[in-house]
């Protein structure tokens, strides 16, 4: 491997995006990170919501309080994977494939490899 190879390979590791962004594809780069930034805060939102909507407990003097039943937190687990799984694997894919399209990118293909028309 490549000096430059491993290096976008490492950087595409570190954050989606950044291999794009060292092998001179600044477009492509930003694109990705933007959007893994983007559904990574979405995710977030998504859960922080989910977690507050079902461990938030208004008290007799009206303000809300937090409780940390295990039990709740077990059902907000398993709730929170069942309706934000598709983002997470989203993230991930988007991820695998700057990894990929950056290794690619920096010409050191494998052996038996079909260069880019």
Same mark, same amino acid.
Do not use: C
């Given at each position: 491997?490549?000096? $430059?190879a491993?290096a976008a390979f490492?950087?595409?590791l570190?954050?989606p995006?950044? #291999?794009q962004v060292l092998?001179?594809q600044?477009?492509?780069?930003a694109?990705?990170m933007a959007? *893994?930034?983007i559904?990574?805060?979405?995710l977030?939102?998504?859960?922080? $919501?989910?977690t507050?909507?079902?461990?938030?407990i208004?008290g007799p003097?009206?303000?809300e309080?937090? $409780?940390m039943?295990p039990e709740?937190i077990? $059902?907000l687990?398993?709730q929170?994977?069942?309706l934000?799984?598709?983002l997470?694997?989203? *993230?991930m894919?988007?991820?695998?494939?700057?990894?990929?399209?950056?290794y690619?990118?920096? #010409?050191d293909k494998p052996?038996?490899?079909?260069?880019a028309?």
């Amino acid at each position: 491997m490549t000096p $430059r190879a491993k290096a976008a390979f490492l950087s595409g590791l570190v954050f989606p995006g950044l #291999g794009q962004v060292l092998n001179k594809q600044k477009a492509k780069g930003a694109a990705m990170m933007a959007s *893994v930034s983007i559904f990574v805060l979405w995710l977030a939102v998504r859960i922080f $919501r989910l977690t507050w909507k079902t461990m938030a407990i208004v008290g007799p003097d009206g303000l809300e309080s937090v $409780r940390m039943d295990p039990e709740a937190i077990a $059902r907000l687990h398993n709730q929170a994977w069942a309706l934000n799984w598709w983002l997470a694997a989203l *993230v991930m894919a988007i991820w695998i494939y700057s990894i990929i399209d950056a290794y690619y990118l920096s #010409g050191d293909k494998p052996d038996g490899a079909v260069p880019a028309k």
